[in-house]
């Protein structure tokens, strides 16, 4: 039976994920709290709302120094709490955000501020919904890399939703001319966009390094097991993974629970 195996919400752009077991859908489309937090550079527009790097957004896309850093996010407190080889911080985001921008600044080298889109986040695709994935995918990509654990495969690709009980690259079948849609606990979730991948799953999710070859041996085991259900003119190449899904308006405002049965529907 196919079920939301998973919740994770990152509450801090680049940083560790939360795992929950609930998550509402707010009436932006995205998941609260999830990249509610987000590092700019400092010059950046006082109406910067989280466009990608362009307007400003810094991320582990700039730095692999984000990978060294072991963050805890507690909702209910607001507490950012941040280890790094022996300096260990914590920080109120709601009273302490400027110190935290200090701290991070100090880290990083580059003079950056900490800012909070609530309503919205500062997720990379404005106007889309969470992330999916199948526990399958995660297991195959895994198997691709002598040495990854399906745990770390999980950490480089950062999916908001994972979904156990179906085939792998189960997901590549709601994007494209005639797709259809599926349900998670009746709420109903479309396919916006494949996700083109960047630089951050070639790294080593706990230290950062580079995993040889990743790129090359992604693109070659993608194409070779890219599944016939899916409609290969969707994808503009094969280093591709991962869901955008996007939400409908009527069904903004609920929430999505692990355990929640998962359907299929036109």
Do not use: Q
Not at 59 to 83: I, M
Not at 122 to 139: C, H, I, N, Y
């Amino acid at each position: 039976m196919a079920t939301l195996e998973r919740v994770r919400i990152y509450p801090v752009k680049g940083l560790d994920a939360v795992e929950v077991d609930a998550a509402e859908l707010l009436d932006g489309g995205t998941l609260a709290g999830d990249r509610e937090y987000a590092l700019f550079d400092a010059d950046a527009d006082d109406d910067v709302d989280g466009s990608p790097h362009e307007n400003g957004v810094f991320n582990a896309k700039h730095s692999d120094r984000f990978h060294e850093l072991d963050a805890e996010y507690d909702p209910e407190s607001a507490e950012l709490t941040l280890e790094i080889g022996s300096d260990h911080r914590t920080f109120d985001l709601d009273s302490e955000r400027e110190a935290a921008s200090t701290w991070f600044s100090d880290l990083f080298d580059h003079e950056l501020t900490l800012r909070r889109n609530g309503s919205l986040g500062f997720v990379d695709r404005r106007g889309m919904g969470p992330s999916v994935v199948s526990t399958a995918t995660l297991e195959a990509v895994a198997s691709w890399f002598d040495g990854m654990t399906v745990e770390s495969a999980r950490r480089r690709l950062r999916a908001n939703l994972e979904i156990s009980g179906v085939p792998a690259f189960w997901e590549d079948r709601f994007v494209g001319d005639d797709a259809p849609a599926f349900e998670v606990g009746g709420l109903r979730l479309e396919g916006a966009t494949p996700c083109a991948r960047c630089v951050v799953p070639e790294r080593d999710p706990e230290t950062g390094e580079p995993t040889p070859e990743f790129r090359e041996r992604f693109v070659t085991r993608r194409e070779e097991t890219f599944p016939e259900w899916a409609d290969a003119d969707a994808f503009d190449h094969f280093y591709t993974l991962m869901l955008i899904a996007r939400v409908p308006d009527r069904d903004r405002g609920r929430t999505l629970r692990v355990g929640d049965p998962v359907e299929l529907v036109d």
